[in-house]
Structure formats: C-alpha cells, structure tokens
C-alpha cells in the first residue's frame, strides 16, 4: 500500500508541465474534444516527450531512492484529462520510469480545488488559468514557461532557485518598493531587519527543501562520502542595507539556503546561466527570461507584480 500522503512531501504536477502537449493541445483548440481523443487513442502507444518540469521532477523523485527506507517525496499528477485519454499520459510516465501512481482526472476541469487534498506544497501547470486560481485560493501554484527541455542524465544534483519577495516571502516589501522610491524600501527594511517576513505562497516548499537538506547532512554525518542530491538558491534583486532582513527571515524560519544572491538589479539571467537550476521560481514575468533559453522559468502569479497584467 502507498505511505500515507498527509506524512509526505508532496509535489502535484499537471500532464502539461511534465510532458510537452503542445500537438495534442493543438489537436483540441483547432478540432474539439472528439479530435482530441481519438488522437490520444491513436499514439497511445507513443510515449510523450519530456516537458518544461520534467527534468526537476525526475530528480526530485529520486530522493526516495536516496532514503528507501522513509521515501519522503511524492509526486502527484492532476489532470484535465479524463481518465480515458489520460491512459497516455500514464503510459509515457511508465517510459520514462517516473514513480507516479497517484493521480486525479478530471475530465475538463481545473484541478486547483485538490492541491490541499493531496497536501501538495506545490501545484505545477502550463495552464495559466488553473494556477491563477490556485494562489488566489492561498494554495502553492507556479506557471511553467515555454523553455527548452535540457534533462542531462549524468547531472544527478537537483537545482532549485527562488526569487525571495512574492515567492518565499510576502509581497509587503515589494509594495513598499513599488509605490515609493529605492531610498525609502531600504529605509524601510533596514528599519524592520529585525523583524521576518510573513511566508509566501512557496515558503512551505522551500522550509520542506530544507527538511529534506537536513535528511543529508544527517546522511553525510554518517557516511562522509555520500554525494548531496540538492542544492538551493535564492536569487533576489534585494542588495545591502535591504538583505539583512531576508537573513532574519530565514533565521527566524530554521531554514537556509546553499547560495543565496543578493543583485542590486542585476539582470538575473547572468547567475541563472552559471547555477543552471533546474527550475526557477519568481513572481515577475520580466525575471522569467533567459538569452540561451534553456532554464525552466515557473511565474508564481501572486500579489502586486500581477495585478495590473493578470
């Protein structure tokens, strides 16, 4: 029997983030339902190619082959899809050797409302709609981007990166930033740098990244040659005086990251390009780009940065 979901973490993944269903998304906008599933029936043999999470998923699944004996993470697919020509889906999920047996089909509809259900800390689609939905609903939802799918085998370290304001954090700050000038969002958080931030719509995922960092450096305490399976980063345009509060934030969490850039507005593809995550999460679309075009952007559509483009 599977290990009880609410004891696990949990990522939920949309078929459109984990394959790329582009043919067959054009087959349903341009000819209908009917097209669409007697394509899928069609290729039902034909496994789908990896899509933009692909790569992170994979990774991430193989923390479980790292602590076999708790397996910790699982991952979750929630789909659009009915169950009829979602048999696809799941038989390229069984060519690839991706460890997924949960799942939900639904035939149409937004699977936002089911992301507590499955007690996922992170819902992932290319769906722009359903993950809007999600955060205002105050569940953990991210956009995946169109990018070119880079999944190198030998590469077996997992990349995660996260913008700090609107993603990991609250969007109090940005506000103060936005409405004002740099000098009075420094004067502000150099004056609160005492004080954390209230969690973001990611806080949960990364304070659960760090927990599996702890299951390591337990794993390294005991066997000093055990190779780290995952490394995090903060990549935020934050600089001095305003990083000491980012600092307090996590301090007062119990959590911390690999690396942690603070880029004084910096573009950020420049550190991007060197750390090569294998996904990138921020709530700015004008972050969420790449000149080689091969980093997985994920836009978390939350707070201020969205309201007058959503």
């Given at each position: 029997?599977?290990?009880?979901?609410?004891?696990?973490?949990?990522?939920a993944?949309?078929s459109?983030a984990?394959?790329?269903?582009?043919?067959s998304?054009r087959?349903?906008?341009?000819?209908?339902p009917?097209?669409?599933?007697?394509?899928?029936?069609?290729h039902?043999?034909?496994?789908?190619?990896?899509?933009?999470?692909f790569p992170?998923?994979?990774r991430?699944?193989?923390?479980?082959e790292?602590?076999s004996?708790e397996r910790?993470?699982?991952?979750?697919?929630?789909?659009?899809?009915?169950?009829i020509t979602g048999?696809?889906v799941?038989?390229?999920?069984?060519?690839?050797?991706?460890?997924?047996?949960?799942?939900a089909f639904?035939?149409g509809?937004?699977?936002?409302?089911?992301?507590?259900?499955?007690?996922?800390?992170?819902?992932l689609?290319?769906?722009?709609?359903?993950?809007?939905?999600?955060?205002?609903?105050?569940y953990?939802?991210?956009?995946?981007?169109?990018?070119?799918?880079?999944d190198?085998?030998?590469?077996?370290?997992?990349?995660?990166?996260f913008?700090?304001?609107?993603?990991?954090a609250?969007?109090?700050?940005?506000?103060?930033?936005?409405?004002?000038e740099?000098?009075d969002?420094h004067?502000?958080?150099s004056?609160?740098?005492?004080?954390?931030?209230?969690?973001?719509?990611l806080?949960?995922?990364?304070?659960?990244?760090a927990?599996?960092?702890?299951?390591e450096?337990?794993?390294?305490?005991?066997?000093?040659?055990?190779?780290?399976?995952?490394?995090?980063?903060?990549?935020?345009?934050?600089?001095?005086?305003?990083?000491?509060?980012?600092?307090?934030?996590?301090?007062?969490w119990g959590?911390?990251?690999?690396?942690?850039?603070?880029l004084?507005g910096?573009?950020?593809?420049?550190?991007?390009?060197?750390?090569?995550?294998?996904?990138?999460f921020?709530?700015?679309r004008?972050?969420?780009?790449?000149?080689?075009?091969?980093?997985?952007?994920?836009?978390?559509?939350?707070?201020?940065?969205n309201?007058?483009?959503?």
């Amino acid at each position: 029997m599977p290990y009880p979901i609410d004891r696990k973490f949990v990522i939920a993944v949309a078929s459109s983030a984990l394959f790329d269903l582009r043919a067959s998304d054009r087959v349903f906008r341009e000819e209908g339902p009917k097209a669409y599933r007697e394509h899928q029936e069609a290729h039902l043999d034909e496994p789908l190619d990896k899509g933009v999470a692909f790569p992170f998923v994979r990774r991430f699944l193989d923390i479980n082959e790292r602590f076999s004996e708790e397996r910790p993470v699982e991952v979750v697919l929630l789909s659009r899809n009915s169950a009829i020509t979602g048999k696809r889906v799941f038989r390229s999920i069984v060519h690839h050797g991706l460890d997924i047996s949960r799942a939900a089909f639904l035939e149409g509809k937004s699977p936002y409302s089911y992301i507590p259900a499955f007690n996922a800390s992170l819902f992932l689609s290319a769906n722009e709609a359903d993950v809007s939905q999600a955060i205002d609903y105050g569940y953990p939802a991210g956009t995946v981007l169109p990018t070119d799918v880079v999944d190198d085998i030998a590469d077996s370290e997992l990349r995660v990166a996260f913008d700090f304001d609107g993603v990991i954090a609250d969007d109090a700050s940005e506000r103060v930033y936005k409405e004002g000038e740099l000098d009075d969002f420094h004067e502000h958080e150099s004056s609160r740098s005492h004080i954390p931030h209230s969690p973001g719509p990611l806080a949960d995922l990364f304070q659960k990244l760090a927990f599996m960092q702890n299951l390591e450096d337990r794993a390294v305490q005991k066997d000093p040659g055990y190779q780290r399976i995952l490394r995090t980063a903060i990549v935020t345009a934050r600089n001095a005086p305003s990083h000491e509060r980012v600092v307090t934030t996590l301090e007062h969490w119990g959590v911390s990251a690999n690396e942690v850039f603070f880029l004084g507005g910096m573009q950020k593809d420049r550190i991007l390009k060197v750390l090569k995550p294998h996904i990138f999460f921020d709530d700015q679309r004008t972050h969420l780009e790449s000149e080689g075009g091969s980093i997985p952007m994920v836009h978390i559509p939350f707070g201020l940065a969205n309201e007058s483009v959503e």
